[in-house]
């Protein structure tokens, strides 16, 4: 009787445990989503205090790699950008809850722009990221900050953006 009752004991125990473990399919993980990967960025501004879409915003796409560890690079789209202007955005990304990240990509501004909008320095990009329910796609609200050469900010501003995996 004792055997019995170790055994079942026993083999609840495994099944409570197999039931609660990560599960792993093709060496991917199948828990919570995860961000690493390649990643389609549709971005759009927005006014801070109001949350309102930048009225006669361009469309912008930006292509984000998300790689183990918590590295990232980044490119854009962006055509308020002249040709050659803002290098690609390096950065970094952490999990902040069971569907939540944070990433943060800063990339150079080589040149003043032509139309004086965008001066030579840095922009860094502070973003949250939260998942959909089945883990596919993820949206995100930044702020978006650009320093001049002297480290001073002349520009700040916000964007909300909308991400599907790349195949």
């Known amino acids: 009787m004792k055997i019995r009752y170790l055994i079942l004991s026993a083999w609840l125990a495994c099944g409570t445990v197999a039931a609660t473990a990560p599960a792993h399919a093709t060496g991917r993980w199948v828990g919570p989503a995860s961000l690493e990967g390649a990643w389609r960025v549709a971005i759009r501004p927005y006014v801070c205090a109001t949350g309102v879409d930048v009225p006669n915003a361009p469309p912008v796409v930006s292509y984000l790699l998300f790689g183990r560890g918590g590295t990232l690079v980044e490119t854009t789209s962006n055509p308020a950008f002249d040709p050659g202007q803002r290098s690609p955005g390096l950065g970094t990304w952490e999990r902040t809850g069971r569907s939540t ?53 002349a520009l700040a501003g916000c964007a909300r953006a909308t991400a599907e995996r790349l195949d």
């Open 101 to 153: 990240y944070r990433s943060v990509i800063r990339a150079w501004i080589q040149f003043d722009s032509a139309g004086g909008r965008y001066k030579r320095g840095r922009q860094v990009i502070d973003q949250g990221i939260e998942f959909n329910e089945e883990g596919t796609a993820w949206t995100s609200n930044a702020s978006v900050t650009f320093y001049d050469a002297a480290g001073e900010i």
